[in-house]
């Protein structure tokens, strides 16, 4: 199957402090990426749809100002956390849809995010 | 009532058991059927994936949907220890790409 990865795999800031993570489809072009979060032992959550060249949807209740979303290119997408809370610490993972006709999403392996 | 139910189990079989796993959904629009397998803490893995009614086998693996059921099922044969994961359904529609999870079953395979 294709290959999503996802930078960093952990990380550990302090409350108040922006992180950024990256998203990119390694042997493929992804017209849209997608953002989930994941609590222990529960089912992903999704953030919010990612189309290149194009602001991204948010799902309802997630704060887009909160968590911003950017999607240079066909390849790479990225979320910053800011001003990270504690209550943000949790499991980030993207996936990327590869272009039509094909409907697969792959996944990436994940960051674990920590606020202090 | 959730858009896809699926028992979260936890499931536990012992090692060369079949293991069989089952979702089912509300939304008739639902075309696209995945099978996704997660190791802790790590991403979701594609395993199977079909489109609309029918069976597909991939090695030890084969995933089943019936749209006038709206069920869908994946049985792992020959289960091994290294099956031990969290598996999820998902699916979605032909003019939506966001995907619909169930809650994931856990599975342990035991030596």
């Known amino acids: 199957g294709a290959v999503v990865s996802q930078h960093p795999s952990r990380v550990i800031c302090k409350s108040g402090t922006s992180v950024k993570i990256e998203c990119r489809s390694l042997?493929?072009?992804?017209?849209?990426m997608f953002w989930y979060r994941q609590f222990p032992k529960q089912s992903l959550m999704l953030m919010a749809t990612?189309?290149?060249?194009?602001?991204?949807?948010?799902e309802q209740g997630v704060e887009k100002d909160k968590f911003l979303i950017n999607h240079a290119s066909l390849t790479l997408s990225t979320l910053t956390v800011t001003s990270a809370h504690p209550e943000d610490s949790s499991f980030y993972i993207c996936?990327?849809?590869?272009?039509?006709?094909?409907?697969?999403?792959?996944f990436g392996p994940g960051t674990r995010l920590t606020v202090l | 009532q959730k858009e896809v139910e699926q028992d979260p189990g936890p499931l536990s079989v012992p090692e060369g058991a079949i293991v069989s796993l089952n979702c089912t959904y509300s939304n008739s629009a639902f075309q696209y059927f995945m099978w996704y397998r997660q190791y802790s803490r790590k991403g979701p893995e594609l395993l199977m994936y079909?489109?609309?009614?029918g069976n597909k086998e991939d090695g030890r693996f084969t995933a089943q949907v019936d749209k006038s059921s709206k069920y869908i099922s994946l049985f792992i044969r020959d289960s091994q220890p290294s099956d031990s994961a969290t598996y999820l359904c998902?699916?979605?529609?032909?003019?939506?790409?966001?995907?619909?999870f169930g809650a994931g079953t856990t599975v342990t395979v035991r030596a």
């Open positions: 042997d493929f072009q992804a017209t849209t």
């Open positions: 079909t489109y609309s009614s």
């Open positions: 998902a699916m979605n529609s032909l003019d939506d790409y966001k995907l619909s």
């Open positions: 990612s189309n290149e060249g194009s602001k991204a949807t948010y």
């Open positions: 996936s990327a849809r590869e272009r039509e006709p094909y409907n697969e999403q792959f």
